[in-house]
């Protein structure tokens, strides 16, 4: 993992020498992988209107913020929950006054078109012979949400069932979506926007709102190390904006928190930090 993060950090800093080297104005967004997909169409149309060239790294937000740590560079972070912004401002990497906020996100399953494997529930992911993914609890957002749903939903027989389902833990939410992509996996815990990636590939199957005890919501700031502040400040504005937000609508995300938590059917608190019990770590 570590020679991962130090190659991502070498991989980084030749994008970022590249656009100094061409007198271009750049900007290196690290985003978490929750959002890649409308915030690459997000990227397209800020860059048609502004001129601005965006490159994009995606991974999980506790990968990001290693990375940030490690190189010290890039201009904008984008976060899944305000607990991983607060990391970042906490150990320096942001500007606080620069934080928006573009769009919340809820746990829920997500399960290969048609639902092959009839998953209607979360004790459902604990049959035998079901094959499940969850993202790494220690470094992805969607995966400490789903332990603690898991721990707080399930009782124990449950629990170990289900855990001797999952057959693999993805890096980020985009490797997650894939698995289920490739049909290498049944069910994975992740949001409901996954369905509004793949409509004609992935469902969505709600959790019972008593087993979801928090939601996400994505935020950007500027990084304290930009050496573009304005064209930072100006794309956080572009996706915080009606038409940024739009894209992330039509990806099935939620504008506001209301929204989110009609469709939970209750109120639910953004972010807030889960233990992850010490069985939960990967050694």
Request: charged share 25%; glycine share 10%.
């Amino acid at each position: 993992m570590k020679r991962t993060w130090i190659l991502a950090v070498v991989v980084f800093g030749m994008i970022l020498a590249g656009g100094a080297a061409h007198g271009a104005e750049r900007l290196m967004i690290l985003c978490g992988a929750g959002f890649k997909l409308p915030m690459e169409e997000v990227i397209s149309s800020f860059t048609r209107q502004t001129g601005v060239e965006v490159n994009a790294t995606y991974g999980g937000a506790g990968t990001l913020l290693s990375q940030i740590s490690l190189s010290k560079q890039g201009d904008v972070f984008v976060a899944p929950s305000p607990d991983f912004m607060e990391k970042a401002r906490s150990r320096g990497h942001i500007l606080r006054e620069s934080i928006k906020g573009f769009g919340y996100v809820v746990p829920a399953i997500n399960v290969q078109k048609g639902n092959p494997k009839a998953i209607r529930s979360l004790r459902d992911m604990a049959r035998p012979g079901i094959k499940i993914a969850l993202g790494n609890p220690e470094t992805v957002f969607v995966g400490m949400l789903g332990v603690e749903i898991i721990e707080k939903g399930l009782n124990p027989q449950e629990r170990d069932a289900l855990k001797k389902n999952i057959v693999t833990y993805g890096e980020d939410f985009n490797k997650l979506a894939s698995l289920l992509l490739l049909k290498q996996v049944d069910a994975v815990i992740g949001f409901s926007s996954m369905s509004g990636w793949y409509p004609d590939k992935v469902e969505t199957v709600k959790l019972n709102s008593r087993e979801i005890h928090r939601i996400g919501v994505g935020q950007a700031a500027v990084l304290s190390y930009s050496k573009s502040k304005p064209a930072a400040e100006r794309f956080i504005g572009f996706l915080a904006s009606r038409e940024g937000q739009s894209v992330f609508k039509k990806y099935h995300y939620f504008g506001t928190v209301e929204e989110a938590n009609a469709w939970i059917g209750e109120k639910k608190p953004v972010g807030g930090e889960y233990r992850l019990p010490p069985e939960w770590f990967r050694k």
